[in-house]
């Protein structure tokens, strides 16, 4: 088999040296108890989400009988897991926490803020929508407090503290994450057939040729998904680019530094394209190369299960997609392995929201502040019973996280030679990230060249 590009090219990685914390959580102190609000679930609510040390919010001062207003995209029922994880603050401080979350979020957030009618917290999906924000309307957002830049300085990758400022000013703390670099699997097929996990990608793609030399298929895929087909593809191209140019140049390339179009950039692409736009590869169980622009991602991946599909690549999410009574589990229907690189550098490509604040008023503070710490990410673990949840935050203990695929999630993101980046199309302008890119995708599954439509999109890119 010819090296591939993996094996020629060596992308460098910053490796960050930080070691998962270990978390005792103390007893809370006399902070006042506070009625609990939005947080709901009384007495054992409070036992799963555990107690917290009170002291780091006895700085903001006396907050007994306030309230803050926090507005999501987080709808039941994973809001109920969300508001149960604020029991702990809520009994130290007296804070109340009124949520609402909303499947209106995106549309109509910059419609309140507009309006002068913001809560006092939101959950951002991208930093891209951050930086509309500082940039369209900056005397509504408020800098992220001394204290909770602290938590971020101490607990998380330095990347994420980046994702959440805007020109060197920090705003919004990450809250939730996702790992996208995944190829799911059938470990009992892997087993019954002796395959053994790749650990690089010449690796995967020798796995890939056994397995079309054993006379099946390996890989299924697919990248619609209504007005945003597209995506899936994206994310695979991402992937690709940190494996082969390296992080440093995938900066660059979000930030358009360098052009959409460089050949670092074309040959990730050719790269994805030895897997994606192979024939003997794809679309294993659902057709021809061209049927992955018009398979649903959500199904993309089911021929895992009946043994017409290997490989699926498909972020940490894709666990929801599986039919109701699947086991997700190192010896279970399905499972997922971390995707290679060149065996020496661990990239990963991923996504999370941010807590951005409108007011600067103490308890606000504090609450972000909660939101930053560990004591907040183990609550959360604890209270999320059915899994698929999980934090960058160092400060997690994954032995908190109900399922093993969660646990391997955190061990990923708190790993010290994890180099994370967050979703390339979420960091380009709207236009491009969530436009001219999955467009080109589609074109380039259905018959276009790398070139051509690289050089579509570099086209597209915004002047100014």
């Not at 006399?30 to 555990?50: K, P, V």
């Not at 917290?121 to 500082?134: E, K, S």
């Not at 018009?294 to 299960?305: E, H, K, N, Q, Y």
């Not at 380039?444 to 890119?461: I, K, N, P």
């Amino acid at each position: 088999m010819t090296a591939s590009p993996l094996s020629r090219r060596r992308g460098s990685a910053a490796v960050v040296a930080t070691a998962a914390l270990a978390l005792v959580l103390s007893a809370c102190s006399d902070g006042g108890s506070g009625d609990g609000g939005g947080g709901g679930g009384g007495d054992d609510t409070a036992s799963a989400a555990g107690e917290i040390d009170c002291t780091p919010y006895e700085e903001f001062g006396d907050l007994d009988g306030t309230s803050v207003s926090v507005y999501t995209s987080i709808v039941e029922p994973e809001s109920d897991q969300q508001i149960n994880s604020y029991k702990p603050f809520e009994d130290c401080t007296g804070v109340t926490i009124d949520y609402e979350g909303s499947r209106e979020f995106e549309a109509q957030l910059l419609v309140r803020i507009q309006a002068g009618n913001t809560s006092d917290i939101a959950f951002l999906p991208q930093p891209g929508l951050l930086n509309t924000i500082v940039t369209e309307y900056p005397e509504a957002i408020v800098e992220a407090p001394a204290q909770t830049a602290a938590n971020v300085d101490e607990y998380f990758d330095p990347a994420w503290k980046g994702y959440g400022s805007v020109d060197d000013t920090f705003y919004a703390a990450p809250l939730g994450a996702n790992v996208k670099s995944f190829v799911w699997y059938s470990p009992s097929v892997f087993e019954g057939a002796g395959y053994e996990i790749p650990e690089t990608w010449d690796d995967l793609l020798a796995l890939s040729d056994q397995i079309v030399d054993d006379g099946a298929m390996p890989w299924c895929a697919g990248v619609e998904s209504g007005d945003a087909t597209g995506w899936p593809g994206t994310d695979f191209i991402e992937d690709v680019v940190l494996r082969t140019a390296g992080p440093d140049v995938y900066d660059q390339w979000v930030t358009h530094e360098i052009p959409f179009n460089d050949p670092q950039i074309v040959e990730a692409w050719d790269a994805a394209g030895e897997i994606l736009k192979n024939p003997d590869y794809v679309n294993a169980g659902l057709g021809g190369v061209d049927s992955i622009a018009t398979t649903p991602w959500t199904d993309a991946g089911l021929g895992i299960l009946d043994g017409t599909c290997y490989l699926h690549r498909a972020a940490n999410f894709y666990a929801t997609q599986w039919p109701e009574g699947t086991t997700v589990a190192p010896d279970g229907d399905v499972y997922a392995f971390y995707l290679p690189g060149d065996g020496e550098t661990r990239p990963v490509l991923g996504g999370g929201e941010f807590v951005a604040a409108f007011s600067d008023r103490p308890e606000v503070q504090a609450f972000q502040t909660y939101l930053s710490s560990p004591e907040w990410a183990n609550a959360k673990a604890k209270v999320t019973d059915t899994g698929g949840w999980v934090s960058a935050n160092k400060g997690l203990d994954p032995e908190n996280l109900v399922t093993e695929f969660d646990q391997l999630n955190a061990e990923i993101l708190q790993d010290p030679d994890s180099v994370f980046r967050f979703d390339g199309s979420d960091l380009m302008p709207g236009s491009v990230g969530a436009g001219t890119f999955w467009t080109a995708i589609v074109e380039w599954l259905t018959g276009a060249d790398t070139e051509t439509v690289v050089d579509q999109v570099e086209a597209s890119w915004p002047t100014s």
